[in-house]
């Protein structure tokens, strides 16, 4: 076993804090933590349904210039305290301030986005056992939704797969940093790699492959005006919506992995190794559905029900269907897995960081409570399905509007200006931190760019989060 590897806590605590075992550990973890079903699953069919390729480039410009920045402000956050989101603000924040309120908004934000994406990576693992037991063999599109439905009109199985992602979250977080979290993330994030390229390669060498991946790789940007003005500005927001949430960033859920690196490597170098990684999981799940759509003539603007009703009908037409469609289910529940534990790590830091909770006790009784969390999204499928807000949806949709539209983007802002304004942290004190290390250094003339110009994109995001529901409600 491994030695663990400590360093000294921020601020006046000092307390000895575990760091990464590697750096490959440390990029993994972070990719899996950004790696998840918000990029393989939602990347593709928003990709589809605004042109292809087009997209694809409008995706990766806002990445770069509107994801990235707040990436590295989480990490470095996290680092210069040497804490999570639960005191890093207290350990950095000037006296007098209040800063440190934002952590509820984190942590708030953390248990919402468990409180559905558990449920949905239960069905990645339902899915993958259907796969190989045959369920789907034979079956077209509307025999595959009568089983997507069945599955969710049973609540008890969905409850028994809810169970097992749980306990998957709780148990690798018990064994803490090195010895638990990097080594299965490790695993996963391998087992994930390798089932990608299988299937990349399985795609793209079908018959008639050609014309997705002409559709997917070369651009064409008269697409994106194929509806006016107003259809550019629909792509132009679907872009920019995209590439923040692909990071998952404004819970702090990657400050906490911040605060277990070491200074050998310089903040914005690794955080580019992680967009980078995590980009490439969304492209390369995007040459696994396109060429597939394409080869068995399936539109490629499907939707949501794009994984779990029309793929799987896809695979039963392949030679070896049965084997590709596990496989692909398989690579589903890897990044869905792989998110569940690493942001349940900044849910079990949080309680120990806060209140000094031991960590096996910690992981017992928020692994109690994110179960008893995650029924509501669960049943409101069958039992609760009764529950919708009109404009937002069921629970489930209601749990990711709360989320994806309001604390998301209210968190990135306090990383923001957290580490821009003299009121915060301070331009000069997150430069210090971010630029330690080998490696690639935060740009200093970029600071009038992530104080005047990033949170007016942050907002634009927000508001255009809630201009279609105030559309709905008030009719204007």
């Not at 998840?36 to 589809?48: C, D, E, S, V």
């Not at 934000?109 to 796969?131: E, I, P, R």
């Not at 006016?228 to 692909?246: E, L, P, R, Y």
């Not at 990684?277 to 060429?291: Q, R």
Request: aromatic share 14%; glycine share 12%.
């Amino acid at each position: 076993m491994a030695t663990e590897k400590m360093v000294k806590g921020g601020g006046s605590e000092g307390s000895q804090r575990e760091v990464f075992g590697s750096r490959i550990g440390f990029l993994l973890v972070g990719a899996g933590c950004a790696i998840g079903l918000g990029n393989i699953w939602r990347f593709p069919y928003i990709t589809g349904e605004y042109g292809g390729a087009a997209f694809v480039v409008l995706y990766l410009i806002f990445l770069a210039i509107f994801a990235l920045p707040i990436l590295i402000m989480e990490f470095t956050v996290g680092r210069g305290s040497r804490k999570g989101i639960a005191r890093s603000f207290d350990v950095l924040e000037k006296k007098g301030t209040k800063w440190h309120w934002a952590k509820w908004i984190g942590l708030v934000g953390s248990y919402l986005l468990m409180m559905f994406y558990a449920t949905a990576a239960g069905w990645m693992l339902d899915f993958t056992v259907k796969s190989a037991t045959g369920a789907f063999e034979g079956l077209d599109a509307s025999g595959t939704a009568a089983v997507f439905g069945g599955m969710l009109s049973n609540p008890t199985e969905m409850i028994g797969y809810l169970i097992i992602v749980v306990l998957v979250g709780v148990v690798v977080c018990s064994f803490g940093l090195q010895r638990g979290i990097e080594k299965v993330t490790k695993v996963i994030m391998s087992a994930l790699f390798i089932l990608l390229v299988v299937l990349c390669v399985r795609a793209v060498t079908l018959p008639g492959a050609g014309a997705g991946l002409e559709f997917y790789l070369m651009p064409d940007f008269g697409k994106l005006f194929a509806d006016g003005a107003a259809g550019f500005s629909n792509a132009v927001f679907a872009a920019m919506g995209q590439a923040f949430f692909t990071l998952g960033v404004g819970v702090g859920s990657m400050s906490i992995f911040g605060s277990y690196m070491d200074e050998k490597r310089s903040i914005t170098g690794e955080s580019v190794r992680i967009a980078g990684l995590d980009t490439l999981v969304a492209l390369m799940a995007g040459l696994i559905i396109f060429p597939t759509c394409f080869s068995f003539g399936v539109e490629p603007d499907s939707g949501p029900a794009l994984v779990f009703i029309t793929l799987p009908s896809v695979f039963q037409q392949m030679w070896m269907g049965q084997l590709w469609c596990t496989l692909f289910f398989l690579f589903m529940s890897f990044a869905a897995l792989s998110t569940i534990i690493t942001v349940f790590e900044n849910i079990m830091a949080f309680s120990i960081d806060q209140w000094g909770v031991e960590r096996k006790k910690a992981c017992l009784v928020n692994g109690i409570l994110l179960f008893i969390l995650g029924l509501p999204c669960l049943l409101g499928y069958n039992i609760l399905a009764d529950i919708q807000i009109p404009g937002i949806g069921d629970i489930q949709s209601i749990e990711d509007f709360i989320l994806s539209n309001n604390i998301l983007s209210i968190g990135a802002l306090v990383f923001l200006f957290f580490c821009v304004t003299n009121k915060g942290w301070g331009w000069k004190n997150f430069l210090a931190e971010v630029d330690k290390g080998e490696g690639m250094k935060f740009p200093a003339w970029a600071r009038t760019y992530v104080t005047y110009v990033l949170p007016v994109l942050i907002v634009i995001v927000f508001v255009g989060g809630w201009i279609p529901k105030l559309q709905f409600w008030f009719g204007f």
